[in-house]
């Protein structure tokens, strides 16, 4: 699948819940997961491929896992700094804090309910993903000096952003 880049308003726009888990959606995590693979991401979001949906895929090193409307219902107090990338961000890597224990509600492809509790890589790649659910990416999360750091490379994006476009 065809990636979307830092710059497209599709990944700065929230995405939609998923009202039903049918062929079409799965056939969507299977492409998904076949792009993460490909690209060596940890995780990937439906907005990161043009589409609009409440999906994300992920595998830390545990396998795959499609997750459908995915929550955080609960988290720890503690965060803790670490280095993030993105595969809509290339290149581009940054500091950001995240919540060392999360505990995650969604649904799997099969419709039925999961909920777990992430803690450290896994906790930090499911907030990133739910991140793009909601709009965001990693420069939106850090502070002005680390943006600043990285302005000329965001420029270069946006510049090839055009031109592919
Ligand atoms: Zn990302």
């Known amino acids: 699948m065809n990636l979307v880049y830092y710059g497209d308003e599709r990944l700065s726009t929230p995405a939609q819940p998923i009202t039903e888990i049918d062929e079409e959606v799965r056939r969507l995590a299977q492409a998904m997961l076949a792009t993460m693979y490909e690209r060596k ?49 290339p290149e581009v890597y940054l500091i950001l804090n995240r919540y060392k224990w999360v505990k995650v509600r969604g649904l799997n492809l099969e419709n039925q309910v999961v909920e777990f509790e992430a803690q450290g890589l896994l906790a930090r790649v499911i907030q990133h993903e739910l991140d793009h659910l909601n709009g965001l990416v990693t420069v939106d999360r850090v502070d002005f000096t680390q943006r600043e750091l990285i302005r000329s490379k965001l420029k270069r994006l946006a510049r090839q952003m055009r031109k592919r476009g």
């Open 41 to 89: 991401g940890l995780g990937l979001a439906a907005p990161q491929v043009g589409v609009s949906k409440r999906l994300v895929v992920i595998d830390t090193g545990t396998g795959p896992m499609a997750l459908v409307n995915p929550e955080i219902v609960e988290h720890g107090s503690e965060e803790e700094p670490g280095e993030e990338g993105c595969l809509s961000l």
